[in-house]
Structures are given as structure tokens and as C-alpha cells.
């Protein structure tokens, strides 16, 4: 079988993605910290990136075992984890290509990354696998961005800029464009700048499925689910509304 090739978070995308977003919002963190505490066995979180969550879990004493398909992602955390002389399990692998050699008290996969998998069939041969690799009565909590999520405006370029330690900046440029069959697709541009040249150029075509959450909440039931509960983002004590932008989903095997 062809090995698959990361057509997303590259060098520069993985760059900005630290400087951007250098740690995870507090209330996003301590809503998937709270199924932390609670695990009674082995921690996973599958499309774990440069380590936002991971990391600081294992600084707080937490075992959490990580994967991502992103070589560039993986290195920053490595080299996030030597700074800090931290050693977690984390691997290079595709979700779907993950063997279930060991079985997860909680599986969580948070910043709506979970969005990622476009096509209904790969939703549900991720779904499937994510199941497959939870003991019995394990959890799988994660977030999806709703058909609310729509950018207000789309087919306008927008721009953020941040310099690096060595002088250098990178440009991050981004356009959305109409969404299609419930995708939201938007055109990346990465570019690195030293004074008044650009030396380096990364596109990317990003997109994301949005969701219905109860066609979502069916398919999680349809996989085998014994136990599926829609949560407001990020509260533990509310459902949410019709029209949020994002919703978290508690599923129990």
C-alpha cells in the first residue's frame, strides 16, 4: 500500500502555528484536563500537533501517549520536550493506519482537529478506528465545528505577521472561499521574509468538514457507541444551543 504524505502543516504552517497559537485556550485546557483526571487507564490523543495540550498534561504528571501524520509538527514538539527534558510515547502515523496493539481508557482529539477527515467514508473509518482502540467503557471526547462556523466573509485575503528570534518574519495569508457541500476550504500562503526578500514560500489548500451534530451523534451510534452525549463548548453542565459554532461530544464505548 502507498504511504500517504502530509499535504498540511509543513515548515512554515508549523512555525506560525506556535507562534500563533502558543498555548492552548485556558478553558479549552482545563475542560479536557477535567477526562484527564478522571482516566483510569492509558491516555491518547491522536493529531496531537506541536504538543499545545500534550506537553503541558505530561508537565502536570499526566501519562499521555500522542500521534501525528505531520513530520514538521513532531519535530517542534520533540524539541519542545528536550527543552523541558520530557519524554512522552509520541509517534509519526495517519489515525487510519494505527494498530490497536494497545487499548485507551480515553481517547481525546480537541481544536476541532477532528474536522480534518472530509469524505463520509474516512469520517467513519476514523470513527471506527478511534472505537477500536478504547477498552471497554473507555471515552472518546473531541470537538467539531458546526455548518454556524461559516467565515462572515469569503474570497478576501487576510494576514497576520510575526518575527522570529533570528530577525527573520513569517507572513501568514489566508483566503476562504464559499463553502461547498458543507466544507470550508481556504487557500494558505506561508511566507518567509528576511528584511525585504521573501526566501521561502509554503500553499496550502485547508479544509474542513462542518457538521450537523445530530447526523454526527447517529454516525457515533451507527459505529457502536454505547453512550453518546452532545456538551456546549466548553461546559460541562450545558447542552448546546441550535445554532453554536462548535460542539464537544462524550462518547462512551
Known amino acids: 500500500m502507498a504511504m500517504k504524505t502530509p499535504t498540511l502543516y509543513l515548515s512554515l ?9 502558543p498555548q492552548a485556550c485556558p478553558q479549552e485546557y482545563a ?35 500522542g500521534f501525528d501524520a505531520s513530520p514538521f509538527m513532531l519535530n517542534a514538539l520533540y524539541a519542545k520536550c528536550k527543552q523541558k527534558n520530557l519524554k512522552p510515547k509520541v509517534w509519526e502515523e495517519f489515525l487510519e493506519n494505527v494498530l490497536p496493539t494497545k487499548l485507551y481508557n480515553l481517547i481525546f482529539i480537541p481544536d476541532s482537529s477532528f474536522c480534518l477527515f472530509l469524505q463520509p467514508d474516512q469520517i467513519v473509518i476514523a470513527l471506527q478506528k478511534i472505537y477500536n482502540l478504547l477498552q471497554p467503557g473507555g471515552t472518546f471526547i473531541f470537538d467539531v465545528e458546526t455548518v454556524h462556523a461559516i467565515p462572515a466573509k469569503s474570497g478576501l485575503w487576510h494576514g497576520k505577521a510575526y518575527k522570529k528570534e533570528d530577525g527573520t518574519t513569517i507572513i501568514s495569508s489566508t483566503l476562504p472561499l464559499p463553502i461547498e457541500n458543507n466544507i470550508a476550504s481556504v487557500i494558505c500562503r506561508y511566507e518567509l521574509m528576511d528584511k525585504t526578500e521573501i526566501i521561502k514560500t509554503e500553499m496550502e489548500y485547508f479544509q474542513i468538514r462542518l457538521y450537523y451534530p445530530d447526523e454526527l451523534e447517529q454516525i457515533l451510534k451507527t459505529i457502536g457507541f454505547s453512550h453518546v452525549k452532545q456538551i456546549e463548548a466548553y461546559d460541562f453542565h450545558c447542552s448546546p444551543s441550535a445554532q453554536d459554532y462548535t460542539v464537544v461530544f462524550e462518547c462512551i464505548k
Open 31 to 65: 475542560f479536557f484536563r477535567h477526562y484527564i483526571s478522571k482516566a483510569t487507564g492509558p491516555i491518547l490523543e491522536p493529531m496531537c500537533g506541536t504538543g499545545r495540550y500534550l506537553i503541558p498534561y505530561c508537565e502536570e504528571g499526566f501519562e499521555v501517549e
Open 13 to 21: 504552517c508549523t512555525e506560525f502555528f506556535d507562534l500563533d497559537k
